[in-house]
Structures are given as C-alpha cells and as structure tokens.
C-alpha cells in the first residue's frame, strides 16, 4: 500500500511516500514559510522524484490537529482537493500522534506537547515498547503546570517532542520526574509519522473518505475566544 502522507500543523511543513512501511521519499522544510505556497510544489517534486503517478496511491493521510488553526486548514483542504475526484481513502491523523510515530526506535513515554500559547500545550502521551506505539491520553488542551504534576506519577523515561517541548522542559525543571528534550531533527512531526500512524489505522479500518476528513480544532480560535470574552464581561 502506497501513503502519502502530509503535515502543515506548525512552522515546519512535510509530505513524505510511504510503501508498506518503507520510507520512499520525504520532503521537509522548517523555516517558517507559507504552507499554501509550498506544500502542493513539494508534493508535485515528491511524485516525481519517485516516479509516482497520484493515481498510484492507495492512501493519502493528513496531521488534522490540533496545531495552527490556518496551517491544519491548509493541509486539510490540500488532501481533500487532491482525494475528492481520485474517491480515494484518507487517515485523519492526529499531529500529535504523528509525533510518536516519528520516534519508534525508543521505549518509555513521549510527551508530545504543542505551544497552544498562555502557558497552555496541546498535548497527548504516548507509550513506545518494541516499536509499538501505545495511546496513553486523549488529545487534549491543558496548561504546562497541569501536565507537570501528571507525569510526576510516571517512572518512565520521559520524552519531550514537538514545538512545546521546550516550554515544557523549562517548566518540568527540578522535578521528580526524568525527562529528556528531543534533538531537533525528531522533535518536531514529520510526514514520515503521519504516515506509519495512518497505516496503522487502515490496518483498524479507520479511515474516512475526503468528504467525511475534517480538521481537529481542541479550542475556539483565538478570535472566537476573545470575542466570547468581551461578551461575558458585557453581562
């Protein structure tokens, strides 16, 4: 089964082709640029530097949230326009999961954490066995100070991933708990993850179709928010 795999959750941007399990190819850029203008070329170069027509592929997977609200738009609509007039299958996956998957070759527990700003994380805990990846926790929306006093009751070794990694490292210092900050090249989501976790839920059967793939917000934009704000202080 040939993957194609897409993220656009945060600053860095990723598509990578997968082939029952063995990486393909994989474009990654961290560097802060306009997913909507270069997500589809790099897909575009994917395909054709792995001499794949998109009919070729069997599954197209996409990080849905949580992460940048326009980001996970972006990526959502791309995958969307791409599976729409092919009626192919799609992996609505979770960004933080996707995390998880990036990392199979350790065991203990990934704490994989997303800026969410006002000292909150998005955040969902992973167990890694044997390369097995296990859900601990439910997505969810939380602050740092929360999420230290959890993992004060786990004795696993503890790794930090995504783009609240570091916040969280700062905040879990002096703690009981160990804990180590992932380097950089595994800290942030790639494609590569999207699509091991998307294989496993077709292996579920899980899967949606391109009109069913929605984005998975874990709050109100922060426009929302702010106007829900100045309502309640009006009453």
Same mark, same amino acid.
């Given at each position: 089964?040939?993957?194609?795999?897409?993220?656009?959750?945060?600053?860095?941007?990723?598509?990578?082709l997968v082939e029952?399990?063995?990486?393909?190819?994989?474009?990654?850029?961290?560097?802060?640029?306009?997913? &909507?203008?270069?997500?589809?070329?790099?897909?575009?170069?994917?395909? =054709?530097?792995?001499?794949?027509?998109?009919? +070729?592929? %069997?599954?197209?997977?996409?990080?849905?949230?949580?992460?940048?609200?326009?980001?996970?738009?972006?990526?959502?609509? &791309?995958?969307?326009?791409?599976?729409?007039?092919? %009626?192919?299958?799609?992996?609505?996956?979770?960004?933080?999961?996707?995390?998880?998957?990036?990392?199979?070759?350790? +065991?203990?527990?990934?704490?994989? $954490?997303?800026?969410?700003?006002?000292?909150?994380?998005?955040?969902?805990?992973?167990?890694? %066995?044997?390369?097995?990846?296990? =859900?601990?926790?439910? +997505? =969810?929306? #939380?602050?740092? &100070?929360?999420?230290?006093?959890? #993992?004060?009751?786990?004795? +696993?070794?503890?790794?930090?991933?995504?783009?609240?990694?570091?916040?969280? $490292?700062?905040? /879990?210092?002096?703690?009981? /708990? &160990?804990?180590?900050?992932?380097?950089?090249?595994?800290?942030?989501?790639? $494609?590569?993850?999207?699509?091991?976790?998307?294989?496993?839920?077709?292996?579920?059967?899980?899967?949606c179709s391109s009109?069913? #793939?929605?984005?998975?917000?874990?709050?109100?934009?922060?426009?929302?928010?702010?106007?829900?704000?100045?309502?309640?202080?009006?009453?």
């Amino acid at each position: 089964m040939k993957i194609l795999a897409v993220d656009t959750t945060a600053s860095p941007v990723s598509a990578a082709l997968v082939e029952n399990g063995r990486l393909l190819g994989e474009f990654y850029l961290n560097i802060k640029t306009t997913h &909507s203008q270069t997500l589809m070329p790099m897909v575009s170069e994917l395909l =054709r530097s792995t001499s794949t027509e998109i009919n +070729d592929i %069997d599954l197209f997977a996409v990080n849905a949230g949580p992460g940048s609200f326009t980001g996970v738009r972006i990526g959502v609509a &791309s995958v969307k326009g791409m599976t729409l007039p092919l %009626d192919k299958p799609c992996a609505q996956v979770s960004t933080l999961e996707a995390m998880a998957y990036g990392m199979p070759y350790t +065991d203990g527990v990934v704490c994989a $954490a997303m800026d969410a700003r006002r000292d909150q994380v998005y955040n969902a805990l992973f167990r890694l %066995d044997g390369g097995r990846v296990e =859900r601990i926790t439910e +997505d =969810r929306a #939380l602050s740092v &100070s929360e999420l230290a006093q959890e #993992l004060e009751y786990y004795d +696993d070794q503890i790794y930090l991933a995504g783009d609240g990694a570091e916040l969280c $490292a700062r905040a /879990f210092e002096g703690r009981a /708990f &160990s804990f180590v900050l992932t380097p950089e090249n595994i800290r942030f989501q790639h $494609a590569w993850g999207t699509a091991l976790a998307a294989e496993k839920m077709a292996e579920e059967n899980r899967l949606c179709s391109s009109s069913e #793939l929605m984005p998975t917000y874990l709050r109100l934009p922060q426009a929302e928010r702010e106007l829900k704000e100045k309502l309640a202080k009006k009453e």
